[in-house]
């Protein structure tokens, strides 16, 4: 219960103001949730407490930390609460913007999860408004891929080179085996890169 106050506190605090909007933490970030992903939770703590200290008000780490905090409670429905909690916020005021973070999150929580359905909308929200995420496009091509629709993929892929030609590397050592990633289980597909 401690986690769940804590975590609400860091969401209000991160979607009500007074942070700047740097992302200068985000590599320690995604390392983090990738290790959360894989079950490893002490391990994407160690490494989100170092993007933290990196970048106090980095609302990311913020909104992550309250997000890890829900999962060492084995609770991913109180994670996405939190995260239908801050698109709920963008809804009711128009200058929060942080949406497009919680609908990538719940989408790789939906896909764990199996639910194709959600994951593939939430990911298709979170590119609509945040177009500049070259690893949330990469992730969805990954998705795509893995549900053997591959044109998609293709084009997907194509849009996180041209945002980050540092994507191509791992590009290039997943299109040849389209068949292998449609066996592989999804949760370790998102720790590919």
Known sequence: ??????????????????????????????????????????????TLSIAYSQDGTNKEAILAIAVINQYYEHNNYAAEIIYQEIIQAELADDKNKWSWFAHKHLAIIKALEGNDIEADNNFKRAIFKNRSDAELIYKYGLFCQIKGRNDEATQYYRDAISLDPRYAADVSMTSPNIEYLKRINIENTFQMN
């Open 1 to 46: 219960m401690l986690f769940k106050a804590i975590g609400r506190g860091l969401i209000k605090a991160a979607t009500t103001g007074g942070f700047k909007e740097g992302f200068s933490s985000i590599m320690g970030l995604e390392e983090s949730l990738r290790y959360l992903a894989a079950g490893k939770t002490s391990d994407a703590k160690a």
